[in-house]
């Protein structure tokens, strides 16, 4: 093997190199005339706990093998890049793909309860039923603090599967349709009557599936086990934000929850966030 002897250009490469900053804060600091500050004025750099789940990880696993002596919540939110459920006027479908949507009833095959709040019933007309994938139907749960469901809806529709209705106080009845009362909170249903009126009745894994409102007052409530983000490669730049929550004023005071990511067909990438693990 032969060498070449470094030519005029690489001697004076080598000599800038020689004679080039320790680093780039160096420079930097050099540029301004000033030392930066010290490291440990800075505040810590957050860990977070986030691994990539790989194909022989189903992010479905932990909702169908929970704990059948406790509720388990897992709450399923899909959103756009910046975090846009909807645009301004209220169009959502389709901002997740075909990937997204698999996932999304391979959890309602999992769970034996899935809960809307009566907005998303108005607004979509869901059916809330498994057709995507193989597996039964989920009873379905609507919240309806105020009465305002109409009894034509799809999701009330009589396919042998159990339906109720959730309010605060009672109201018309709709034939075939359980009617249950919870108490409130500031004018809303308590998530946490919600739920354990769910578990009485055998409802062991619930799905809420909607809308951000609802998925935001179980959030805060501490009712979630689990949270699904499912994000598409898309950009609204303005819209229905996904989750509002309560205000935190502090980036300490942040939940960091453990989190898997696995990207699903259609390029959606899903955030399985488990609430009850990280900081």
Do not use: Y
């Amino acid at each position: 093997m032969s060498f070449k002897a470094p030519d005029e250009h690489d001697s004076r490469r080598t000599q800038g190199a020689n004679t080039a900053p320790a680093s780039a804060d160096s420079h930097l600091a050099g540029e301004k005339g000033k030392s930066l500050p010290r490291q440990e004025a800075f505040a810590p750099v957050p860990v977070h706990h986030l691994v990539h789940g790989g194909p022989e990880c189903d992010p479905v696993t932990p909702v169908r093998e929970a704990d059948p002596s406790r509720p388990f919540v897992v709450a399923q939110l899909g959103q756009s890049l910046d975090g846009r459920i909807a645009t301004v006027s209220g169009e959502s479908r389709w901002i997740n793909g075909a990937g997204a949507l698999d996932h999304l009833h391979a959890l309602r095959a999992a769970v034996d309860a899935v809960v809307v709040g009566v907005g998303t019933v108005l607004a979509d007309d869901p059916r809330l039923d498994v057709r995507r994938t193989e597996g039964r139907s989920p009873a379905r749960v609507i919240i309806d603090p105020r009465n305002r469901m109409p009894a034509g809806c799809r999701c009330l529709r009589d396919d042998g599967v159990r339906r109720f209705v959730i309010r605060g106080e009672p109201s018309d009845a709709i034939v075939g349709v359980e009617e249950v009362i919870v108490s409130q909170q500031d004018g809303s249903l308590a998530p946490a009557a919600v739920v354990a009126a769910l578990f009485e009745r055998g409802m062991r894994r619930i799905l809420v599936e909607g809308g951000a409102a609802t998925i935001s007052r179980f959030m805060d409530a501490g009712c979630v086990d689990r949270l699904h983000v499912l994000v598409a490669p898309l950009i609204l730049g303005s819209g229905k934000p996904g989750l509002d929550m309560r205000p935190v004023e502090a980036l300490g005071m942040a939940r960091r929850p453990a989190t898997r990511i696995h990207v699903l067909g259609g390029s959606d990438v899903l955030f399985d966030c488990d609430m009850r693990q990280g900081h």
